[in-house]
């Protein structure tokens, strides 16, 4: 059974930074493309960020490019996200994903995507 569980989310002031982390099991993490979604309240889920199987491909959105980092540690089947600079607009619920495992592509859509963790909340109070 595929397992992905994100830990890290919080409350914090604008300008803070947060990592989340997302832990998979069940599948072979080291061959798939990972991607970081949120969905802000009220509002239909988005991009953030993804990560190709090889982590040589990488993907943000323009609205958390040059704050948010997103990394793949295979060791540990884990995918992160560092959050900095972070805005009251970032207030969400952020989800990870795993992708298919073929290519060596970099997925933005929520439709490539075939697993899905539950999802953390983080809130940017301004």
């Known amino acids: 059974q595929v397992q992905l569980v994100e830990l890290g989310g919080g409350l914090v002031q604008a300008g803070d930074s947060l990592r989340l982390s997302c832990a998979a099991s069940g599948l072979t993490f080291s061959i798939r493309p990972m991607g970081w979604f949120r969905q802000p309240p009220g509002k239909e889920r988005e991009f953030v960020a993804a990560i190709s199987r090889s982590a040589t491909r990488i993907a943000y959105a323009d609205s958390v490019k040059g704050r948010f980092t997103i990394s793949k540690d295979n060791a540990k089947s884990t995918v992160y996200l560092q959050m900095n600079s972070l805005k009251p607009e970032d207030t969400a619920v952020y989800s990870c994903?795993?992708?298919?495992?073929?290519?060596?592509?970099?997925?933005?859509?929520?439709?490539?995507?075939?697993?899905w963790g539950q999802g953390t909340q983080v809130t940017v109070s301004s």
């Open positions: 994903a795993a992708g298919p495992s073929i290519g060596d592509d970099v997925y933005t859509r929520g439709s490539s995507y075939y697993y």
